[in-house]
Structures are given as C-alpha cells and as structure tokens.
C-alpha cells in the first residue's frame, strides 16, 4: 500500500481481504496485518499476523505470515508462510506482482498439514480514474508428501474483485474467490471445490507522523458448501528508519 497516497488525501491503496493486490510496499515504510476469519456461530476462529518489508526498493518485498487456529477442541499455530513478491509491471494504473511462498511444517497433522510445500500467486491491479480498483488472482499451492501420511496435495485459486473508492478514506468491496483442493494417495483422488463471495467495508485513519490505521469487516458466503461467516481486517503502517 502506498502512503504518500493516503498522506496527499488520494484513494486507500491497502490490501483487500481474500484478494490479493499488486501493490508492493513503498522504500522505508512496513506494514502489520491481521486478519480474523470465523464462522457465522463464532466457533472456530483462524487469526494471522502478516508483516511485509520493502527490500532496498519498492520492486522487491518481503514478508512472512503466521497463523493461529482456535476451535471449540483446541488452540494451535497453523502453517507459516515465508513471502517474496516483485514489482515486475507499474505503469499507466497498471500492476503486477508475482509472488512466491515457501510453506514450513508447523501445522498439526489433524489439519491435513504439517507438510512442507510451496504458493505461486500471480495478482494483478489496475485502477480506473481513482474512482476503482480491479484485482485478479491465479495460483496455486502445493504440498509435498511424507512417510507418514504418503499424501500429496495441491489447491489451485482464482479470485477476483471491484473497490469502489468513495473517497481517500473509505472504500466498498466486492470479492469472489474459487477454490479447487486436490488430495492424492496411492488409493484415490480426494477433490474439495469452494465459491465464496465477500462483501465488505474498509477505512482510512491518518496521522501526522505518517501512522496509518486501516480497520475493515466483511461478511463472507461459501455458495458451494453452504457455509458463510465473519472477517476483521486491521493494518497498522508506518515509515522506519532506513537500513540500507
């Protein structure tokens, strides 16, 4: 996200919430994230925590994201995400930014993970008379097999969505996201198919010493599996000193 946008009163330029946009971060600024997913009987709960640095330049950015799962059963830290994304395209509102993530083990196995893996996101931004932003999505996520389980999985995503900007302090959204899970063993092919829209809401809080504060809230629907639930955003994104 940039914040000499947010400081000079032009539209938001935040992450989305399911859709990932290709907005790298700005030299000398980082970003703390967290994200609250839970289900419409607040039940269970999957909270992460994502910081994302600007190597040297905004082409480059580094990040890492740590899960933590609560269920009515128990309380663990899910899969950790080491991120690397390049600002290959900006020009003419114009975006692209692939990304590539390297999985730990860190899981519990009742997740069906604790295998080590990898993610390739490729999203791309464009944005329209600073009155909306378009994002799209395609990836896919593998992860590899072990002695114990003898399972290999892969998960192929694509999403899309619309931000009207309002004004430079808040911003509506649409998201659409379709999910395909594939779990192979020696035995069968297990397949998992997810189509979740999410509408939802983000704002901008401003301060002089280029502190920015966005909170949002999204209420998310799975038409294919009849599920549907909550999400809270809240980013914190300041400048630091300088290291290189």
């Known amino acids: 996200m940039s914040l000499v946008h947010a400081q000079e009163s032009e539209p938001i330029r935040d992450n989305s919430f399911f859709v990932e946009e290709a907005f790298n971060q700005e030299k000398g600024v980082v970003q703390h994230i967290s994200n609250l997913y839970t289900d419409s009987r607040f039940k269970n709960f999957i909270y992460t925590f994502t910081q994302e640095w600007p190597v040297r330049n905004e082409r480059n950015q580094?990040?890492?994201?740590?899960?933590?799962?609560?269920?009515?059963?128990?309380?663990?830290?899910?899969?950790?995400?080491?991120?690397?994304?390049y600002q290959l395209i900006e020009?003419?509102?114009?975006?692209l930014a692939p990304r590539l993530s390297a999985i730990l083990p860190t899981g519990a196995m009742k997740d069906g993970n604790r295998r080590a893996g990898f993610q390739i996101n490729l999203p791309v931004s464009y944005e329209w008379k600073n009155t909306f932003a378009f994002h799209l999505n395609a990836g896919t996520t593998h992860l590899w097999t072990t002695k114990e389980d003898n399972n290999y999985s892969f998960i192929l995503n694509y999403a899309g969505?619309?931000?009207?900007?309002?004004?430079?302090?808040?911003?509506?959204?649409?998201?659409?996201?379709?999910?395909?899970?594939?779990?192979?063993?020696?035995?069968?092919?297990?397949?998992?198919?997810?189509?979740?829209?999410?509408p939802g809401v983000r704002g901008a809080i401003n301060f002089k010493s280029g502190l920015q504060i966005v909170p949002g809230f999204s209420t998310w629907f799975d038409v294919l599996n009849h599920e549907n639930g909550f999400f809270f955003y809240l980013s914190f994104e300041h400048p630091f000193q300088k290291l290189n």
Request: hydrophobic residues 40%.
């Open 161 to 198: 969505s619309v931000i009207w900007l309002i004004n430079s302090h808040i911003n509506l959204m649409g998201e659409a996201v379709y999910t395909s899970a594939y779990s192979n063993t020696p035995d069968q092919i297990d397949r998992f198919e997810g189509f979740i829209l999410n």
């Open 91 to 95: 020009e003419k509102n114009l975006y």
């Open 62 to 85: 580094l990040s890492y994201t740590i899960p933590l799962i609560y269920s009515s059963q128990n309380f663990r830290v899910g899969d950790i995400f080491l991120n690397y994304r």
